[in-house]
Antibody, heavy 118, light 108 residues
């Protein structure tokens, strides 16, 4: 059974850093493309970043230069390192498994809440 | 990047058919995927590609596309279909993903 479990969210001050983790089971993260998608309170979904099986990475303009997506194949875990956090980064962050052509996400984690506030 | 536009809210009578649309230039090149999200839950993929349903998704859900518009149709809407629905697609560069703003579906 495919499962994705996020962790690492919490309260952080503006300008601070946080690292989110997404532990996968039932499949190998390095065999699929994996993404982070976020949802601000009461708002819609916003795609954040992707890492392809080959290791290429891409970012939404809103986080480029501040966030870094990575994975640890030995731990079958996806990460999102978030630096220089802003109030507008406050959101529930979901990790999602990609399948087929880019943009199709067939499994999602339950999400982890990141709150950026002083 | 490009944008995908959805109507903020749509309603349908129980058992009737409803179409939720998604417009954007990138849809001329790429298929949309559709996600259902209920309050407090993670999104669930309901339609992808030309008109594909993941295992477990009822066949009352279908997808179509024409020009710059993708559509999700629910034929015979049920009370449990009341949710937010989001479309997504690649952007015009092909390297990024964009989501529509979401449509809140109310089943009357």
């Amino acid at each position: 059974e495919v499962q994705l479990v996020e962790s690492g969210g919490g309260l952080v001050q503006p300008g601070g850093s946080l690292r989110l983790s997404c532990a996968a089971s039932g499949f190998t993260v390095s065999s699929n493309y994996m993404s982070w998608v976020r949802q601000a309170p009461g708002k819609g979904l916003e795609w954040v970043s992707v890492i392809y099986s080959g290791g290429s990475t891409y970012y939404a303009d809103s986080v480029k230069g501040r966030f870094t997506i990575s994975r640890d194949n030995s731990k079958n875990t996806l990460y999102l390192q978030m630096n220089s956090l802003r109030a507008e980064d406050t959101a529930v962050y979901y990790c999602a498994r990609g399948v087929g052509w880019f943009g199709v996400f067939d499994y999602w984690g339950q999400g982890t809440l990141v709150t950026v506030s002083s | 990047s490009s944008e995908l536009t959805q109507d903020p809210a749509v309603s349908v009578a129980l058992g009737q058919t409803v179409r939720i649309t998604c417009q954007g230039d990138s849809l001329r090149s790429y298929y949309a995927s559709w996600y259902q999200q209920k309050p407090g839950q993670a999104p669930v993929l309901v339609i992808y590609g030309k008109n594909n349903r993941p295992s477990g998704i009822p066949d009352r859900f279908s997808g179509s596309s024409s020009g710059n518009t993708a559509s999700l149709t629910i034929t015979g809407a049920q009370a449990e279909d009341e949710a937010d629905y989001y479309c997504n697609s690649r952007d015009s560069s092909g390297n990024l993903v964009v989501f529509g703003g979401g449509t809140k579906l109310t089943v009357l």
